[in-house]
């Protein structure tokens, strides 16, 4: 069957479109991207912008027009954590239903971390053993470990690279009080979050999507244009290496940098604090990219529950 999976992200609006079957691996037909940033534009009293209801609302419309052009058979469209922690996330997915017909369902960060995972033990298959999986997005990171396709263990907390630029650092290159300050706070909110986690072991470390992806192609990984097969990993000690770089450089600098794109790299300092502190936490001195993750997850997970639909 095509299917179309629609992903409203914090940073970004991802529509991907794959031929999949149960049993076998999904293969992209199609991927659209669409940076809103909507992490960054909740207001104060929690409501999402008005300004940016509209404009994901104008992308919306133009996702449909290419499910139509796919001929997809079915859309499974859901929304991570700007929507969720929005105070008017009700209101809003009434008004994407109305005017766009998508009824766009909302992942609570334990869901987000379960698919995930789900998506990590399907890439490396039983021999990887006990993982731990790690994905910082824009509003969250979640952290599962287990040894099943279902984890024992899944975690959220907001510490998403784009939440933690916005509420901590004012300019390009943040002064050292602004870093000392986002440092502690993702030290103490790990430690609250997370500490239960430590006392269960596991036997491959794996980190997903685009956040630890871009800082592993800093560290030295292969570009994506090698294909997804390459082996790839994100280790401490470059993160230890790139992190005081990276604080002294402006967004435009940051761009340059191999593997960084144009609408991360605000995001770029704040994320690889996170990833780093995060190593730390659960004692990694290396973590391996998984080129799957939670749409994949969303994805196996609708083939599971309804193979006879796939064939």
């Not at 960054?40 to 912008?49: F, I, P, R, V």
């Not at 004012?170 to 300050?181: C, F, G, L, N, V």
């Not at 072991?201 to 030295?220: I, N, P």
Request: proline share 3%.
């Amino acid at each position: 069957m095509r299917m179309g999976v629609l992903d409203v992200g914090s940073n970004t609006v991802h529509l991907l479109i794959v031929d999949a079957h149960a049993g076998a691996a999904p293969i992209p037909a199609m991927s659209q991207k669409y940076e809103l940033r909507l992490a960054e534009q909740l207001k104060n009293d929690g409501d999402l912008k008005k300004s940016s209801v509209k404009t994901l609302i104008e992308v919306l419309h133009e996702c449909n027009k290419f499910i139509e052009e796919h001929n997809c058979d079915e859309l499974l469209a859901f929304a991570t954590s700007a929507i969720r922690e929005s105070k008017n996330s009700d209101s809003i997915l009434e008004k994407i239903k109305t005017e766009t017909g998508i009824d766009l369902q909302v992942l609570d960060g334990e869901h987000e971390a379960i698919l995930t995972f789900l998506a990590v033990r399907r890439w490396f298959g039983w021999s990887s053993g006990r993982l731990l999986v790690a994905d910082i997005g824009g509003g969250s990171l979640e952290v599962a470990i287990g040894a099943d396709e279902h984890p024992e263990l899944a975690m959220s907390s907001p510490l998403g690279a784009g939440r933690l630029t916005r509420d901590f650092f004012t300019t390009e290159t943040p002064s050292a009080d602004e870093i000392k300050s986002l440092r502690k706070h993702v030290k103490k909110t790990l430690e609250t979050d997370f500490s239960h986690l430590l006392k269960n072991e596991f036997e491959h470390a794996v980190a997903t999507s685009k956040t630890f992806k871009q800082l592993a192609r800093l560290g030295g990984a292969a570009p994506s244009s090698e294909g997804q097969r390459v082996q790839r990993e994100l280790t401490l000690d470059g993160l230890n290496k790139w992190v005081p770089k990276i604080a002294e450089m402006d967004y435009a600098q940051r761009a340059q940098l191999p593997g960084i794109s144009v609408g991360r790299a605000d995001q770029l300092l704040a994320g690889a604090i996170v990833a780093q502190e995060t190593m730390e936490f659960f004692n990694l001195n290396s973590l391996e990219i998984c080129p799957w993750a939670l749409r994949e997850g969303i994805i196996l997970r609708r083939l599971d529950w309804f193979p006879d639909d796939a064939e």
